[in-house]
């Protein structure tokens, strides 16, 4: 069974930064591509940014320029620095995960609470 395991969540100020990372456990054998979705109140959850084992990013439009994706330096990780943080990315934070674990197979982290407030 893998895990997906997010952490770096908080309450942060408008302008201020904060630091995601994911961590994937479990019996994997390959990693396609991982990512971070999120999902503000009463909205529906979008993709924010996603990293391919290729190292290929994607971005949605509203985070290009402030938030970067990258693979973390221990295996099966993945960090998003996110910087000059509005209120507009109040939200859940979601790990994602497409890879081979004998099957190829999609998976979710629990989520990490991140609030931008003053």
């Known amino acids: 069974q893998v895990q997906l395991v997010e952490s770096g969540g908080g309450l942060v100020q408008p302008g201020g930064t904060l630091r995601l990372s994911c961590a994937a456990s479990?019996?994997?054998?390959?990693?396609?591509?991982m990512g971070w979705y999120r999902q503000a109140p009463g909205k529906q959850r979008e993709l924010v940014a996603a990293?391919?084992?290729?190292?290929?990013?994607n971005y949605h439009d509203s985070v290009k320029g402030r938030f970067t994706i990258s693979r973390g330096s221990a295996k099966n990780t993945v960090n998003l620095q996110i910087n000059s943080l509005t209120s507009e990315d109040t939200a859940v934070y979601y790990c994602?995960?497409?890879?081979?674990?004998?099957?190829?197979?999609?998976?979710w982290g629990q989520g990490t609470q991140v609030t931008v407030s003053s």
């Open positions: 990293i391919t084992q290729e190292g290929h990013t």
């Open positions: 479990g019996s994997i054998f390959a990693i396609y591509a």
């Open positions: 994602h995960a497409d890879l081979l674990d004998g099957t190829s197979s999609l998976y």
